[in-house]
């Protein structure tokens, strides 16, 4: 397959497929033409990557992933280990998403938005003591 249809069968744009090729995680044939060739194989990969990276795999992660999923005597452990770790960052960044939401509707709130220029919002960007 040439890189237009694994784009269109995997749902990738042709640029990041070309990405992955550039870090490493796929190595598709090359024809006598120097054009990429996709085996089913490259295709499934792809998906692979695809699905681990909607779920919050980092690109590094899906690599050790892709690894883990290669080697059947791996344990399952170790995958476990890897889930539970980017389930931690993603509940850390849910917890700041929180924190952030409500500092912003604590500032929405105070805002009156009519038309005086005090700005609560505004204040609050600009105070050097909030800074950091």
Not at 11 to 36: C, H, Q
Not at 76 to 95: F, N, P, Q, Y
Request: one cysteine or more; a neutral charge.
């Amino acid at each position: 397959m040439n890189i237009g249809d694994v784009a269109r069968r995997s749902g990738l744009p042709a640029k990041t497929i070309r990405y992955y090729e550039e870090i490493g995680l796929i190595r598709p044939d090359r024809g006598g033409n120097g054009y990429r060739d996709f085996s089913d194989a490259d295709m499934h990969k792809l998906i692979f990557v695809q699905r681990a990276r909607s779920l919050g795999f980092s690109v590094e992660d899906c690599r050790a992933l892709l690894s883990l999923w290669e080697d059947r005597k791996r344990a399952s452990s170790d995958v476990r280990g890897l889930a539970v770790t980017v389930l931690d960052r993603i509940e850390a960044k849910v917890s700041e998403l929180l924190a952030m939401k409500a500092t912003l509707s604590t500032l929405v709130e105070r805002c009156h938005g009519d038309d005086r220029p005090d700005c609560p919002i505004l204040e609050s960007l600009s105070d050097a003591d909030r800074a950091g």
